[in-house]
């Protein structure tokens, strides 16, 4: 792609040494100095804790082929092209590169704070079951079929470059349907400015990354970027939005969608395009009656809990959407079983369920589903810890729900960080008033913490571990271990109860 095509695209604010624009040839584009390879262009993003430009140096002794800035930057001897925004610049220039492949995608964007990784690899499912291949990106990393493993990525939505480059490759393997989370971060930050959906979803919006994002109208700011890019390009009217109806936020939504953009809700409210209704849970499934645009199903899932149903019909919502069989969709629903760390029984006896719940209303779903399967007689007993370096001010929130569903807590590490996992810790205490310490339990070291869950669990209580799921990691001031709540779990009951 040669360098002057690319500038066409970016609207420049100005151009130093662009005589040889047109003869520059560019093979890549990177903001990290360290990856920049001769014929690169070098774009200078501004973060939280280093600025690009002071690594133009570096970028020029590695082979840099031109500089994309913010700021005004002198006595360079390539082309330096200064932007009102890099972030968007890159986002735009990643996209240049790759042949804009979203253009030749059916791609589908899932937001929310929770749902969002079980909700992509139903409709991923649901596709497949439709005999239509679909590939899939999110916090577990991207995979072209759902019979393959993950190819990892360090984010829920990748970086702009590494993001473009996995969408060429699923134009080149002509897998046309894509479905991705994209989180607020990626929205904010520009990352998927350079894509083009044809759907956007969502789940739902309740309180987390106020670590960046300080207030709700923020975070709702940035998931909304989603739902108004769907006006772009809109060309035959064929884009649409799925949005849940029972969501504190769901009228703000709509309000983002242009009146071209086809509009589907779903819920437990009679409202909702689809909804469900005589809702039975079980320990081994969720059945229920849904009222569909074509007329009510009976769906019997293999997965409990209300968010797993709340799961399924925003999926069965994009499977109408995208004009499949909706029967065959409910089947493709019917034999999913929970997506690895997300409600995902680990031991049969006593039920162990490990699932990612990091927010205060993702731990309220979780316990409220697993308080409904707890045996007569026995007690719910729940596992949980707070992220270092995350939004401070949830941590007595889930300490308040935990003390208030669970019958027994213990109090335990997740990712403490750079921060104290004491410190942690005594702010989850504040939300709980429960002062007897044979119901909550304080336990700083995570395995002991499971062990202990495990081992005094009686054969009718229900343990939850709740807050890393599928992540095999735990993330220390000075280090990353290797750490899976999963294994734990499964050490635990071979030492203490097998």
Request: glycine share 6%; net charge negative; aromatic share 8%.
């Amino acid at each position: 792609m040669i360098l002057d095509k690319i500038v066409d695209f970016l609207c420049p604010i100005s151009i130093l040494n662009n005589k040889d624009l047109d003869d520059i040839d560019i093979k890549g584009v990177s903001y990290d100095s360290r990856q920049i390879k001769p014929g690169y262009i070098f774009v200078c993003i501004v973060g939280e804790k280093n600025d690009g430009h002071s690594f133009i140096v570096q970028a020029l002794n590695n082979g840099a082929a031109a500089i994309i800035a913010e700021k005004e930057t002198k006595n360079i001897n390539i082309p330096i092209i200064q932007v009102k925004d890099t972030k968007q610049a890159l986002s735009q220039i990643s996209s240049i590169i790759n042949d804009f492949p979203s253009l030749k995608l059916n791609l589908i964007g899932i937001t929310g704070t929770n749902g969002k990784t079980t909700v992509t690899h139903l409709i991923q499912n649901m596709f497949e079951y439709s005999k239509k291949a679909c590939g899939l990106i999110g916090t577990l990393g991207h995979k072209f079929q759902s019979a393959e493993d993950y190819q990892s990525s360090n984010h829920t939505t990748p970086q702009s470059p590494e993001l473009q480059q996995v969408l060429k490759t699923f134009v080149d393997k002509d897998i046309k349907n894509i479905v991705m989370e994209v989180s607020s971060h990626a929205l904010d930050l520009k990352r998927v400015s350079g894509c083009d959906f044809n759907a956007a979803v969502l789940t739902n919006l309740t309180q987390d990354h106020l670590d960046y994002h300080v207030t709700m109208e923020n975070y709702f700011l940035a998931k909304s970027l989603l739902f108004e890019s769907l006006s772009e390009n809109n060309k035959n009217n064929s884009k649409y939005a799925v949005i849940n109806n029972d969501d504190e936020y769901a009228e703000k939504f709509k309000n983002k969608i242009n009146k071209s953009i086809k509009l589907l809700t779903y819920g437990i409210n009679k409202g909702a395009d689809f909804y469900a209704y005589n809702i039975q849970f079980s320990t081994i499934g969720s059945l229920f009656d849904c009222k569909t645009p074509i007329g009510d199903k009976k769906i019997n899932l293999k997965m409990t809990g209300a968010f797993s149903v709340y799961n399924s019909l925003a999926a069965l919502a994009v499977g109408y959407a995208e004009n499949l069989d909706l029967d065959t969709c409910i089947k493709s629903l019917e034999e999913t079983k929970s997506v690895a760390g997300r409600f995902e029984t680990v031991i049969d006896n006593p039920l162990t369920i490990v699932d990612y719940a990091h927010t205060p209303d993702g731990l309220l779903n979780v316990l409220n589903a697993a308080k409904k399967i707890v045996p007569l007689g026995g007690k719910l007993v729940c596992v949980v810890g707070c992220g270092g370096d995350r939004d401070a001010t949830k941590r007595p929130q889930m300490g308040k729900i935990a003390d208030t569903l669970a019958d027994k807590v213990y109090i335990t590490s997740d990712n403490p960080r750079t921060e104290d996992p004491q410190q942690i810790i005594t702010d989850i205490l504040a939300g709980i008033k429960t002062l007897d310490s044979s119901k909550v339990i304080i336990e700083i070291d995570r395995k002991s913490s499971i062990e202990m869950a495990i081992r005094d669990a009686d054969n009718k209580d229900v343990v939850v571990i709740a807050g890393k799921g599928h992540e095999d990691y735990q993330i220390l001031k000075d280090k990353t271990i290797h750490f899976d709540d999963k294994e734990e779990a499964l050490k635990a009951f071979e030492k203490y109860r097998k």
